[in-house]
C-alpha cells in the first residue's frame, strides 16, 4: 500500500504508522472529540471522503483506533482512540510547542489550564525523582 522505512530506528518506525498524509490529523481529531466520520471530515477541510476512510480502516489495523457501530441504515461508526492512540497526546503537544517556536504564524500554544500561561514540556526520571535535561538516546 505504501513505502516503509526499513531502518532499525524508533523514529522510522513510527513514521510507518502515523507518517501518511492526513493520518496524524485524523488521529488528533478524534483526541478532541470530533469521533464520527463526517465529525471528521468537516475538521479537516480538503481530505476526501475515500482517503479518509482509507486512514480510518489504516488506524484501526494497526491499534491506534477501535471502531463501534452506532447506526445500522446507513451503517455509521463511532471512532475512539486506543490507549497506544491515546499515548500520541505527547507528540501532538511537542508539535504544538514546536510549532509555537518555529512557525511563521503560531495558531495554538499549550497553557496551563488553571492560571493560563503557557507551559513547556519536560523530562522526568522516575528512578531519581528529578526533571532532567541531561538527555541520551540508547540501544534497547
Known amino acids: 500500500m505504501k513505502a516503509t522505512y526499513s531502518l532499525p530506528c524508533n523514529i522510522a518506525q513510527s513514521l510507518n504508522i502515523i507518517g501518511d498524509r492526513w493520518t496524524l490529523l485524523i488521529a488528533h481529531e478524534i483526541f478532541v472529540g470530533h469521533t464520527t466520520f463526517n465529525e471528521i471530515k468537516k475538521a479537516l477541510d480538503g481530505i476526501s471522503s475515500n482517503l479518509l476512510s482509507d486512514r480510518l480502516k489504516y488506524l484501526e489495523e494497526t491499534g491506534l483506533i477501535t471502531s463501534q457501530l452506532y447506526s445500522?441504515?446507513?451503517?455509521r461508526y463511532e471512532y475512539t482512540l486506543t490507549e497506544s492512540g491515546?499515548?500520541?497526546e505527547h507528540v501532538f503537544n511537542?508539535?504544538?510547542?514546536?510549532?509555537?517556536?518555529?512557525?511563521?504564524?503560531?495558531?495554538?500554544?499549550?497553557?496551563?489550564a488553571e492560571c493560563g500561561h503557557e507551559v513547556r514540556m519536560a523530562y522526568y526520571c522516575?528512578?531519581?525523582q528529578t526533571i532532567t535535561t541531561d538527555l541520551k538516546?540508547?540501544?534497547v
Do not use: F, N, S
Not at 445500522?72 to 451503517?75: E, I, L, M, S
Open 72 to 75: 445500522d441504515h446507513p451503517p
Open 86 to 88: 491515546r499515548d500520541l
Open 94 to 112: 511537542a508539535l504544538i510547542q514546536w510549532g509555537r517556536l518555529h512557525l511563521p504564524k503560531c495558531y495554538k500554544k499549550l497553557i496551563h
Open 126 to 128: 522516575p528512578h531519581c
Open 137 to 139: 538516546v540508547a540501544e
